[in-house]
């Protein structure tokens, strides 16, 4: 996707997260489906899941809470010049 976009158009942000965890925040109950077979090819349980090799940035969600990491996502955008700093005045 990176090669499809103008240098710098594209961000790939990794949320980092463990099966263990992404089995506790299973809302719908996929992992659980997939688990126990009604889903095929799950990605991560059935299908492998390769992590990204050269993100722009990391977001570990077992280490922080929500409103940590939107606001690590936050800091990375504005220090990029990508959207603005709403505490700057104009």
Avoid: H, W
Wanted: glycine share 4%; charged share 25%; net charge negative.
């Amino acid at each position: 996707m990176r090669s499809l976009l103008p240098c710098g158009r594209f961000i790939e942000i990794y949320i980092r997260c463990n099966v263990d965890e992404y089995l506790k925040r299973d809302p719908n109950g996929l992992y659980k489906k997939a688990l126990s077979g009604l889903i095929k090819d799950f990605t991560g349980l059935s299908s492998p899941y390769e992590a990204p090799e050269t993100p722009e940035l990391i977001i570990d969600t077992e280490s922080y809470t929500v409103q940590i990491c939107v606001n690590m996502i936050e800091k990375y955008l504005i220090s990029n010049s990508i959207i603005p700093d709403k505490n700057i005045s104009r």
